[in-house]
């Protein structure tokens, strides 16, 4: 299987990329990679300049299942071909349909099903109401884990006027972060809680948790007030 796939981006047609892989000397192949509609609107303005994307195979049937054609997904992070896997195990969602829906990033959508936010998922291209309901009720336990990379992602840039959490980039934060939904905490105060944890330790180094279970002793402490 080709799980990613690197060369120059040729164009954006039609919701797909052309990815050109050249040889010197030898010449090379343009590769036609479906895309998600948030990175393909994201991509437009990137064409001739090197692209990098992550891919998933699957076979799309036409005329009626007369004809089988591989096709070859592309997405900007794994975390994003992941969304996808899990997206398309809902009924009713097949590989196409789901590519066309994503026109919110991934964190995004994954939020909504969180949150059930039934209207958010209605405003996706081709999700109706009924859509909405049956994404919800196969997803919601399902998506925590991306809400939570969205949310603790780092930066890339040391800005010191991010959040605290956004500051800490750290997989610790994430992994507690999971820890606190599987209790059955709130999404929006498990952040919160864990935003005041970090930073309490930009305020104090020797604050700072090394581990999991540090974050979350700590967060029980805020709770309960200490």
């Known amino acids: 299987m080709i799980a990613k796939i690197e060369g120059t981006l040729d164009a954006i047609e039609h919701g797909a990329a ?19 509609s948030f990175a393909a609107a994201r991509l437009a303005g990137s064409v001739g300049s ?40 809902c009924k009713g969602i097949g590989h196409r349909r789901a590519l066309r829906a994503m026109t919110l990033a991934t964190d995004q959508i994954a939020a909504a099903i969180a949150d059930r936010d039934l209207a958010l998922l209605q405003s996706l291209p ?8 049956t994404i919800v009720a196969t997803l919601r336990g399902k998506v925590d884990p991306f809400v939570a990379a969205a949310a603790y992602a780092g930066s890339s840039t040391g800005s010191t006027s991010e959040a605290p959490a956004r500051r800490a980039g750290t997989t610790v934060a994430r992994e507690a ?18 935003d005041q944890v970090l930073a309490a330790a930009d305020d104090d180094e020797q604050a700072r948790p090394t581990d999991v279970q540090q974050i979350i002793a700590r967060v029980y402490q805020i709770k309960s007030g200490q």
Not at 18 to 36: E, F, K, N, Y
């Open 18 to 36: 052309l990815v050109r892989i050249a040889t010197p000397g030898v010449g090379g192949l343009t590769h036609q990679v479906l895309l998600p």
């Open 126 to 133: 081709e999700i109706g109401r009924r859509t909405a309901e």
């Open 50 to 89: 090197p692209v990098t994307l992550h891919t998933l195979q699957f076979i799309e049937s036409l005329n009626q299942g007369a004809t089988l054609v591989p096709r070859l997904a592309g997405f900007l992070s794994t975390e994003d071909r992941r969304f996808y896997e899990l997206f398309v195990t």
């Open 177 to 194: 972060m999971g820890v606190l939904l599987t209790l059955g905490e709130n999404r929006t105060q498990a952040i919160a809680w864990i």
